[in-house]
């Protein structure tokens, strides 16, 4: 089958046991496809893998709106922060010379790099939107390195279908498929509208994934892993926790 009538048979397919027989039934269907979302278990999972599968199947490559310079906020609004830890002051102390960003897991090229390394990848900018699903939104500049440059420089084996991507706060991770780390858009950033990027907003590197509802952007990162599956590492905000009403796709 082609990709294309692939692509209208899945959907066909979805939106017909949705509406005959269901949910669940499209869950199975989805399943059986490599469509079903990490967090799918649970009394939401049917839901969280219809949403899932339909704008991975419709949107794959579809952008994030970006915005003209005229709409750049004049007072972004930094989420309020916990205290940083020593090894963050540590880094601080000597003007993030020393931040490393490790990529390892499924990846040919296991690397380390400074933020000077990640500056002499092909740089981008974006205008777009931080939105917090607590209702508040703000729209900034952000620079810096490509995801899917650095990506590309370590090798992802076939097998990797996942990157889980670690703050230097532990009590901070996320996780996204192939498709937005791959994604043009998403953004490994260091610097913001008109310097480098402030701590409040998660300098000195934040992965800016524009697709996704603010929680998926995380601040201070330190580490990529690629991986067959993010068990242990959906995200540290638990969307399994039924109090908790975060979804691990986020999508905008
Ligand atoms: N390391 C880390 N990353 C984080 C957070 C955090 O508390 N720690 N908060 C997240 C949430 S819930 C949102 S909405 C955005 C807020 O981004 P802002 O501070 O730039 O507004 O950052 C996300 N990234
Ligand atoms: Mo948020």
């Not at 003007?95 to 090229?109: C, E, H, K, T």
């Not at 990506?151 to 279908?161: D, I």
Request: proline share 7%; hydrophobic share 45%.
């Amino acid at each position: 089958m082609s990709k294309i009538s692939r692509r209208k048979f899945v959907t066909a397919g979805l939106a017909a046991t949705a509406g005959v027989s269901g949910l669940a039934v499209a869950a199975n269907f989805a399943k059986h496809y490599g469509l079903v979302p990490p967090d799918s278990g649970g009394i939401y999972g049917p839901g969280e893998t219809l949403t899932y599968a339909a704008q991975r199947l419709l949107t794959r490559h579809s952008l994030a709106r970006e915005f003209p310079r005229s709409m750049i906020s004049k007072v972004p609004f930094a989420n309020a922060m916990p205290p940083l830890n020593d090894a963050f002051k540590r880094l601080q102390g000597r003007a993030f010379a020393d931040w490393r960003l490790s990529i390892d897991g499924m990846v040919a090229q296991p690397a380390s790099l400074s933020l000077a390394d990640l500056r002499s990848f092909p740089v981008r900018s974006q205008i777009t939107e931080v939105v917090c699903e607590e209702g508040w939104s703000y729209v900034a500049e952000w620079i810096g390195t490509p995801l899917f440059e650095v990506l590309k420089a370590s090798g992802v084996l076939p097998q990797g279908r996942y990157l889980v991507y670690f703050s230097i706060d532990p009590d901070w991770w996320e996780s996204i498929d192939m498709a937005d780390a791959q994604h043009p858009q998403t953004l490994l950033t260091w610097a913001m509208n008109d310097g480098d990027l402030p701590v409040a907003f998660g300098g000195p590197l934040r992965l800016r994934v524009p697709r996704q509802l603010g929680y998926k952007s995380v601040k201070f990162v330190t580490r990529l892993m690629v991986t067959d599956s993010p068990k242990g590492f959906v995200s540290a905000l638990d969307p399994k926790s039924a109090n908790s009403g975060y979804a691990w796709y986020a999508g905008i």
